[in-house]
Nanobody
Framework: QVQLVESGGSSVQPGGSLRLSCKTS????????MAWFRQAPGKSREAVAA???????TYADPVKGRFTISKDTAKNILYLQMNNLQPVDTAIYYC?????????????????????WGQGTQVTVSS
């Protein structure tokens, strides 16, 4: 069974930065797509960013220019670098992997493709 383990969540002030990590197994790292999603209190889960096997990245509009998704294939770790954090970024952040094939390429940030999820890590942005 593939496991995804997130880390790096914390409390920061507006304008601050954090880097989230998601550790997985070799099989998990071979997913066609991996992504970060988030869920704020009282809101639906939303996509943050996704990365395809070839490294192509897709970002949700609210985070473009501030967040960067990347992966270290040697260490099987997915990252999310978050800069200029704002209170609206407060949420639980989840790592996800699409292990069922390459259909995720059609819409990498659509959660329907993701079949394996981590437990989440809390990010709080407040002054």
């Amino acid at each position: 069974q593939v496991q995804l383990v997130e880390s790096g969540g914390s409390s920061v002030q507006p304008g601050g930065s954090l880097r989230l990590s998601c550790k997985t197994s070799d099989y998990g790292a071979s997913a066609a797509c991996m992504a970060w999603f988030r869920q704020a209190p009282g809101k639906s889960r939303e996509a943050v960013a996704a990365i395809e096997a070839d490294g192509r990245a897709t970002y949700a509009d609210p985070v473009k220019g501030r967040f960067t998704i990347s992966k270290d294939t040697a260490k099987n770790i997915l990252y999310l670098q978050m800069n200029n954090l704002q209170p609206v970024d407060t949420a639980i952040y989840y790592c996800a992997a699409a292990l069922g094939g390459f259909a995720c390429y059609t819409a990498p940030t659509a959660d329907e493709w993701y079949d394996t999820w981590g437990q989440g890590t809390q990010v709080t942005v407040s002054s």
